[in-house]
């Protein structure tokens, strides 16, 4: 009973520092992450040259993202900001770097997604290449929730079931006739096919074909275990006899006609099969939660696009679909990768609306990643400022443009249009972004900077520091000291 009581306890407790730790600690943080990829070079210069060059993507960055939080990560094209979405959803592995998942060390590979544990997910930036153009919306959807065998309908199981293992069906029937067909086309050239063997042939293959269409259009997977045990009985005495009658020197005439029958009757059945079961029935799979879910973001009336192909539907919607595609696994972790920028403006908004929706009903972490600094500061609560992989500023949205502090974050603020002429007079930088093979030494935007000191920026790389409570910056000589 002690024993009993003292698990109980043990329990309980683990239980109350699991969620202490989840209120108190970050979802997710990231400490020193880098990524480097190696230059490709020619032959002779990898002769005469022993120097490895790298593109410094991710060059020693530091974040955290809070539950129910939007964390904006913003910078120009090149600067890192997809390969930091890439590297924490799992698709590219990191160089260095250290991740925590609610308080606790993980392994890089404790990241990614797994059949039965999604801690993140990511909407892709272009909705054109990220949707295949052979599935329907609604299976594109399903398709993620068949991976993570997490589909809870049990007819829309059954009906994938059988879908699968009527396209086995149609593999394996297809590799027996056309073999058939090898050892019929061997033959041919020493003798035809007699009458009595094709009609032979032709009568066994009837007598079967009641079992055989019965297990192929209501249980696949039973048509495929009676496949190999008893429907191909027939070729096998044809192969064993065949041989045989070779090794005898004579020609088994009566059996090529029976083997062209059995190959054609039986690749014609299991293609029947296949179509029936590939095209008519699978049409009759709608989801529920797909369905719930296209309604919750906007794709009403949610059958309609369910059928519908990506071409059918506009890019706005398609990337609905991504965000559905995403969300349906219910990961904890959302990572949008600039999601509106292959769209207009007015589709624009409806995409953030409905983001901004399902962080609420589902109290999702989003790190949104753009380019553009006025939609991080309608959307986001804190910020994250990058260039040529660094960060060099972060902090709350609204304090950020309050008060920026590095000349960069002055210059994206400075470029957003508006809509009074010569209403801004800041100095933007001049010259072009360094290069990620050849980084600057120093603080690597110092070439650029109109108040960059040379004998110290260019020596001295600057390290992120707190100078305001929660507003981080990189700089040695910041705004408000100027």
């Given at each position: 009973?002690?024993?009993?009581?003292?698990?109980?306890?043990?329990?309980?407790?683990?239980?109350?520092?699991?969620?202490?730790?989840?209120?108190?600690?970050?979802?997710?943080?990231?400490?020193?992450?880098?990524?480097?990829?190696?230059?490709?070079?020619?032959?002779?210069?990898?002769?005469?040259?022993?120097?490895?060059e790298?593109?410094?993507?991710?060059?020693?960055?530091s974040?955290?993202?809070?539950?129910?939080?939007?964390?904006?990560?913003?910078?120009?094209?090149?600067?890192?900001?997809?390969?930091?979405?890439?590297?924490?959803?799992?698709?590219e592995?990191?160089?260095?770097?250290?991740?925590?998942?609610k308080?606790?060390?993980?392994?890089?590979?404790?990241?990614?997604?797994?059949?039965?544990?999604?801690?993140?997910?990511?909407?892709?930036?272009?909705?054109?290449?990220?949707?295949?153009?052979?599935?329907?919306?609604?299976?594109?959807?399903?398709?993620?929730?068949?991976?993570?065998?997490?589909?809870?309908?049990?007819?829309?199981?059954?009906?994938?079931?059988?879908?699968?293992?009527?396209?086995?069906?149609?593999?394996?029937s297809?590799?027996?006739?056309?073999?058939?067909?090898?050892?019929?086309?061997?033959?041919?050239?020493?003798?035809?096919?007699?009458?009595?063997?094709?009609?032979?042939?032709?009568?066994?293959i009837?007598?079967?074909?009641?079992?055989?269409?019965?297990?192929?259009?209501?249980?696949?997977?039973?048509?495929?275990?009676?496949?190999?045990?008893?429907?191909?009985?027939?070729?096998?005495?044809?192969?064993?006899?065949?041989?045989?009658?070779?090794?005898?020197?004579?020609?088994?005439?009566?059996?090529?006609?029976?083997?062209?029958?059995?190959?054609?009757?039986?690749?014609?059945?299991?293609?029947?099969?296949?179509?029936?079961?590939?095209?008519f029935?699978?049409?009759?799979?709608?989801?529920?939660?797909?369905?719930?879910?296209?309604?919750?973001?906007?794709?009403?009336?949610?059958?309609?696009?369910?059928?519908?192909?990506?071409?059918?539907?506009?890019?706005?919607?398609?990337?609905?679909?991504?965000?559905?595609?995403?969300?349906?696994?219910?990961p904890?972790?959302?990572?949008?990768?600039e999601?509106?920028s292959?769209?207009?403006?007015s589709?624009?908004?409806?995409?953030?609306?409905?983001?901004?929706?399902?962080?609420?009903?589902?109290?999702?972490?989003?790190?949104?990643?753009?380019?553009?600094?006025?939609?991080?500061?309608?959307?986001?609560?804190?910020?994250?400022?990058?260039?040529?992989?660094?960060?060099?500023?972060?902090?709350?949205?609204?304090?950020?443009?309050?008060?920026?502090?590095?000349?960069?974050?002055?210059?994206?603020?400075?470029?957003?249009?508006?809509?009074?002429?010569?209403?801004?007079?800041?100095?933007?930088?001049?010259?072009?972004?360094?290069?990620?093979?050849?980084?600057?030494?120093?603080?690597?935007?110092?070439?650029?900077?109109?108040?960059?000191?040379?004998?110290?920026?260019?020596?001295?790389?600057?390290?992120?520091?707190?100078?305001?409570?929660?507003?981080?910056?990189?700089?040695?000589?910041?705004?408000?000291?100027?």
């Amino acid at each position: 009973m002690t024993d009993t009581t003292s698990d109980l306890d043990n329990s309980v407790i683990k239980m109350q520092s699991k969620s202490s730790n989840e209120e108190i600690f970050p979802l997710l943080e990231v400490a020193n992450l880098k990524k480097y990829y190696p230059v490709e070079r020619g032959f002779f210069h990898r002769l005469f040259s022993k120097k490895d060059e790298f593109i410094h993507a991710i060059d020693d960055i530091s974040f955290s993202v809070k539950r129910g939080e939007i964390f904006c990560l913003v910078g120009e094209s090149g600067c890192g900001k997809t390969t930091t979405a890439k590297v924490i959803v799992g698709l590219e592995n990191p160089t260095a770097g250290q991740f925590m998942w609610k308080g606790e060390n993980i392994s890089y590979n404790d990241l990614k997604p797994k059949k039965e544990d999604v801690k993140s997910q990511i909407i892709f930036q272009n909705p054109y290449s990220s949707l295949s153009p052979r599935m329907k919306l609604g299976d594109a959807v399903l398709h993620s929730l068949t991976i993570h065998d997490k589909i809870t309908d049990s007819n829309t199981k059954k009906r994938l079931r059988n879908s699968i293992f009527a396209e086995m069906g149609l593999f394996f029937s297809s590799f027996v006739s056309f073999f058939l067909l090898i050892l019929a086309l061997l033959t041919e050239g020493n003798a035809e096919p007699t009458l009595q063997g094709s009609i032979n042939g032709l009568t066994y293959i009837l007598s079967h074909i009641p079992q055989i269409f019965g297990l192929m259009l209501f249980d696949p997977l039973q048509f495929l275990i009676n496949t190999i045990s008893t429907t191909l009985t027939l070729p096998i005495n044809l192969i064993i006899t065949f041989i045989q009658e070779i090794l005898k020197g004579v020609i088994p005439i009566d059996y090529v006609g029976t083997s062209v029958l059995t190959a054609l009757v039986l690749f014609s059945i299991a293609l029947l099969i296949y179509f029936y079961h590939s095209w008519f029935q699978k049409r009759k799979i709608t989801d529920p939660q797909v369905l719930e879910l296209f309604n919750e973001i906007g794709l009403s009336p949610p059958i309609q696009y369910y059928y519908k192909y990506p071409h059918e539907v506009s890019g706005g919607e398609r990337q609905r679909v991504s965000v559905a595609r995403a969300i349906i696994l219910n990961p904890e972790l959302l990572i949008a990768d600039e999601p509106t920028s292959m769209l207009d403006v007015s589709r624009r908004a409806g995409i953030l609306d409905s983001l901004e929706s399902l962080q609420r009903a589902y109290n999702l972490a989003i790190l949104f990643i753009t380019h553009d600094l006025a939609t991080a500061r309608h959307f986001g609560d804190r910020i994250g400022i990058m260039y040529v992989g660094k960060l060099v500023e972060r902090g709350e949205v609204e304090e950020i443009f309050k008060r920026p502090l590095h000349p960069y974050t002055m210059a994206l603020i400075e470029a957003i249009p508006t809509p009074i002429p010569g209403e801004k007079n800041y100095e933007l930088p001049k010259g072009e972004v360094a290069d990620a093979i050849n980084p600057p030494s120093g603080c690597r935007f110092h070439p650029r900077c109109p108040y960059a000191d040379p004998s110290i920026c260019s020596k001295e790389e600057p390290e992120l520091v707190e100078l305001h409570p929660n507003h981080w910056i990189a700089c040695h000589y910041p705004l408000s000291y100027q």
